[in-house]
């Protein structure tokens, strides 16, 4: 799925990243909605989008560790300045939706965003 998907699906607001050539053409290839960073790091893997309502450094550094992509934050979250500044030097896009984490995931996954299977 493009990002750009994303943003439509979850009417988000792109916070870094906002050139639309950038969010045309990145692909997403699964999701992962989480606030304990030590989940991310155990299950996400590249070319992924993190939907989290954590509003730290830590998500991004821990974003860049796992090749994360992109980062949505919910419930209308809006990141620190030195959260965004870091994010735009790692690359890394980041988002903001009105909508809650359980919510979004679930609106991303009935238009075919999915995320790791266990097993």
Sequence with gaps: MLLSEVCSILD???????????????????ACGCDLMSDVLAFVKDQALLLTGL?????IRTAEMMDIIAVCFVRGKLPADDVVELAKK??????ATEHPLFSA??????NGLRGREHG
């Design 12 to 30: 988000a607001r792109v916070i870094t990243g906002e050139d639309s050539d950038v969010i045309s053409n990145i692909d997403i290839h699964m």
């Design 55 to 59: 509003m730290n450094q830590q998500v």
């Design 90 to 95: 790692r690359g890394i896009t980041l988002l």
């Design 105 to 110: 995931c679930g609106m991303l996954y009935d």
